[in-house]
């Protein structure tokens, strides 16, 4: 495998605060380096729900997880084991619950907070954190500048064919705060200004770049139902595939089928949502 993917999840972060909030990735869309369009999370727009979904390509109703206190190896195909039955090398920075569903459950973070495996079938390079003891009050989130600059390692120590990065920092100041704040303002400021210079980095080092969250927020810092607040997110796309016109809403069960395909891996039967660069 020769094609070379990254994907960056925000977590919790709506369409609005994306378009108004993130300049260095609204100037690469203006610039013509970048494309955005609208995506519309699963329902119920749950982190957990969703990450299933993003990877598996199916809805909670059919992989399973209903909800944050429902984590355990789905057993369905995913972005994962697809490309390594391609011949493609996996890595992932994110919080444990990605290792759950997609690796092995439950999640012993002696054996699995850090983990190097080549012959895998799922991630080959874990790197992972659990934010045991999280609360409105404590975040126990690390640091993004940290995760971007580990998920780079892995690219450059491994040479990863599919990189996932998720971090949690924006919805948990969205659980505290809301989203119409000074507070949160700033946080996505922050969180533009230290992703920048890796997109830069990895485009150089000839990946293609999606970034995008799980789900929105309310401004009142809920998610979980429908509506735009909710559930809808940015995405945007560092590449040159071409992609759908600009007013087109993606659906978050194509987004697991359509790094398959940029990847030229194997897009697995039970992936039904349609593939939107080509």
Not at 173 to 197: N, S, V, W
């Amino acid at each position: 495998m020769k094609d070379k993917l990254l994907l960056i999840i925000l977590d919790g972060v709506p369409w609005r605060n994306w378009r108004r909030l993130f300049g260095n990735l609204e100037g690469w869309v203006d610039s013509g380096d970048a494309r955005v369009w609208r995506m519309r999370s699963v329902l119920p727009s749950t982190s957990a729900c969703c990450y299933a979904s993003i990877h598996s390509g199916v809805v909670p109703a059919v992989h399973g997880c209903t909800g944050n206190d429902n984590i355990f190896h789905l057993g369905l195909p995913d972005v994962f084991s697809q490309v390594r039955a391609g011949g493609g090398i996996t890595g992932a920075v994110t919080l444990s619950w990605w290792s759950e569903f997609f690796n092995r459950a439950p999640f012993d973070p002696v054996r699995d907070i850090e983990y190097d495996e080549p012959d895998s079938a799922a991630i080959n390079h874990g790197r992972f954190h659990t934010m045991t003891g999280y609360n409105r009050d404590n975040y126990m989130n690390p640091s993004d500048a940290d995760l971007y600059a580990t998920l780079t390692m892995l690219t450059e120590r491994f040479a990863l064919n599919y990189g996932i990065l998720h971090t949690c920092t924006l919805d948990s100041t969205g659980h505290k705060y809301g989203h119409d704040c000074i507070e949160m303002d700033r946080a996505c400021f922050i969180a533009d200004e230290q992703l920048a210079p890796y997109i830069r980095r990895w485009r150089e080092a000839g990946y293609e770049v999606i970034v995008t969250a799980d789900h929105g927020q309310s401004d009142r810092g809920h998610h979980g139902g429908r509506g735009g607040d909710q559930q809808d997110v940015a995405l945007y796309y560092f590449g040159d595939a071409r992609g759908p016109d600009d007013g087109v809403v993606l659906d978050q069960t194509q987004l697991a089928p359509t790094i398959l395909g940029r990847l030229g891996a194997e897009i697995p039967a039970t992936m039904t949502g349609k593939v939107f660069l080509g």
